[in-house]
């Protein structure tokens, strides 16, 4: 063991701070430390393995297609791609889908499709996204524009132009922006991930798609981590009763394999022409596999399965002691702790159970499906830690 910490420190780029622990396989949503000991996951590897680890309709849909076609490029059709794109589209209204590998790529190319829509409606100088301060929507130089949390930016600059930040709910700022310049799309989160787990409010969520209809401005809602029901409904925006012109999303999508896509409605679904956007990678077969089995298991029955575990472990941890206070919906929830969060995060490690952090809050992302015996086991050991004094 000491060996893969020591090589891994050698090897790889010092972009991790990793914890000490190494894991060899998973069943469900437990895993297997190498040391053999078993750890439960509450973080899903931050909120991708939507149906836990070798989930049998997963791995089977995944490993069929790897053994008969595991890439072709764009050049050419693929069935997996084109399913995957219909089940999106027929789950949510929305037209075309574009795929990338991730959820930055899949900002990326939501952005796009905002700019080239409003530069042929209002001009060239019509580009700036607005997006909220406190967002997180990737870690390339453009979705770090996009990005309204400074700390990123550092040692970076100068990142992309044309991205202006308001406040989460500062409704009169939003509005003041819109007047004020010339506004190519408005980009949001419903709860801001790594922000801190913090849903936004409706009446912001009201003024927004308010501002983006009455002034033909693309709205956009990120749904990378919100998305695939992992807040209690396919995407998070239909709980705020959105209806966005550009939905992104990834993360859970793939249920494990890396995948990112951008929906485009209506307004935007015909904005793209030949050679206006690609990717090598983007839709592989194997990929969209996984996703289209992962998709076709987000129902109604699911959702509510979502819900309810969501608030039990509310109501388990509200009120607990050293617990200051529960956010969140769904299955992605944020708990703001009397001790520091990394605290509670290394003390459940010890003890067998794998959280987040999100800012300033311990994270929690469990698989979807988590069965409910092991939910409490580890919501107790949760509990246990944040009483530790
Ligand atoms: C994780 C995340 C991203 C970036 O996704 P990557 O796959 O890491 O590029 C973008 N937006 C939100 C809301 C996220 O949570």
New binding site residues.
Partial sequence: MANIFEEDKKYIANTYARFPVAFVSGSGSVLTGEDGKRYIDLGSG??VSSFGFADREWTEAVTKQASVLQHTSNLYYTSPCVSLAKALCEKTGMKKVFFGN??????ECAIKAARKYSAEKKGGDCFTIVTLIN?????TLT?LAATGQDVFHKQFLPLTPGFLHVAADDREGLCRTVEENKIAGIMI?CVQ??GGVVPISREFADTVQRLAAENDIPLIV?E???GNGRTGSMYSYMQYGLTPDIV?T??GLGGGL?I?AALLGDKVADVFTYGDHGSTFGGNPVCCAGALSVVNRLDEKLFSEVREKGRYIKEALEGADGVEGVSGMGLMIGVKTVKAAKAVVDGCLKRGVLCLTAKDKVRLLPALNIPADVLAEAVETLKAVCAEV
């Fill in positions: 931050i909120g991730s959820g930055a790529e899949a900002n967002s997180f929507h990737g870690r979705t989160e991930g790594e990120d990378v981590q919100t992104s990834a993360k890396p990112g």
